[in-house]
């Protein structure tokens, strides 16, 4: 005796779609962690970019190497892709910088904010 009845419906393939769908899903879910992940990378290096842009514009302001703070901060940044947008040296040696570093795929851009200045 037959336990499926005759007007049961084929499911031939049901496991194929529900598999493609599946690695679909988690495609998906891997597209979405590689560009979080990447985001974070340019956060980072915009930020890594401020300190360093900071770090030089402070010794400048400070006579430890030579050049005009801000312009010297610019340069820094350069080096490392990034686009000094505000730079500012406040009480005489004390450096306020700003960058930002484009994203690669025209999705944005990754900002970094640093101070420096003489040790304590």
Known sequence: MN?????????????????????????ALLVGV??????????????????????????????????????VASEVAARHDATVTSCAVTGGNVADVATELAHPFDWGVATGRARAGPPP
């Open 3 to 27: 336990p499926f009845p005759s007007t049961a419906l084929p499911e031939r393939g049901a496991g194929t779609v529900l598999a493609l769908t599946l690695g679909a899903v988690v495609m």
């Open 34 to 71: 590689l560009v979080l992940a990447q985001a974070a990378v340019m956060a980072s290096r915009a930020t890594s970019s401020a300190d360093l842009a900071a770090l030089a514009a402070a010794d400048a302001a400070r006579g430890l190497t030579s050049g005009e703070p801000c312009a």
